[in-house]
Structures are given as structure tokens and as C-alpha cells.
């Protein structure tokens, strides 16, 4: 026995009556940007991840470098 229409219509009307018009747009307007994000990230996670690890191992080389530096001096 799944939710039918009738008892998810009551629930927005609740919903709708609680929030308010305003603050459910903005709620809807921040997911969807969210969503955009997290979508994009997963994207250029998946096209450039040898770049990210060049760029990881470069940044850590380089710390490492700067840290002997400084303990041998």
C-alpha cells in the first residue's frame, strides 16, 4: 500500500500551510542549485581525475620540499 494522491495533496497542503509560498521557493531554488553542484563536481570528477592526482601529488611534493627546508636550517 503506497501513499495515493489524495493523502500526498493533503501533505503539500500542510506543508504549503506551515512554510509559506516564500520560504518553500527559496528551499526549492537553494536543492536545485545544490543539486546543480553536486552534479557538476561528480562531472569534473569523472572527466579530469589523472589531473587531480598530478595536482594533489605536486601540492604534497611541494610541501614536503618546503618543510625539509625548514628543518634543515
Same mark, same amino acid.
Request: proline share 1%; no cysteine; glycine share 10%.
Given at each position: 500500500?503506497?501513499?495515493?494522491?489524495?493523502?500526498?495533496?493533503?501533505?503539500?497542503?500542510?506543508?504549503?500551510?506551515?512554510?509559506? !509560498?516564500?520560504?518553500?521557493?527559496?528551499?526549492?531554488? @537553494?536543492?536545485?542549485?545544490?543539486?546543480?553542484?553536486?552534479?557538476?563536481?561528480?562531472?569534473?570528477?569523472?572527466?579530469?581525475?589523472?589531473?587531480?592526482?598530478? @595536482?594533489?601529488?605536486?601540492?604534497?611534493?611541494?610541501?614536503?620540499?618546503?618543510?625539509? @627546508?625548514? !628543518?634543515?636550517?
Amino acid at each position: 500500500m503506497g501513499i495515493g494522491w489524495q493523502q500526498l495533496l493533503i501533505v503539500l497542503v500542510i506543508v504549503l500551510l506551515i512554510f509559506g !509560498t516564500k520560504r518553500l521557493k527559496n528551499v526549492g531554488n @537553494d536543492l536545485g542549485e545544490a543539486i546543480k553542484g553536486f552534479k557538476k563536481g561528480m562531472n569534473d570528477a569523472e572527466d579530469k581525475p589523472a589531473e587531480r592526482l598530478n @595536482d594533489e601529488t605536486k601540492s604534497t611534493s611541494a610541501s614536503a620540499e618546503r618543510h625539509d @627546508d625548514k !628543518t634543515r636550517q
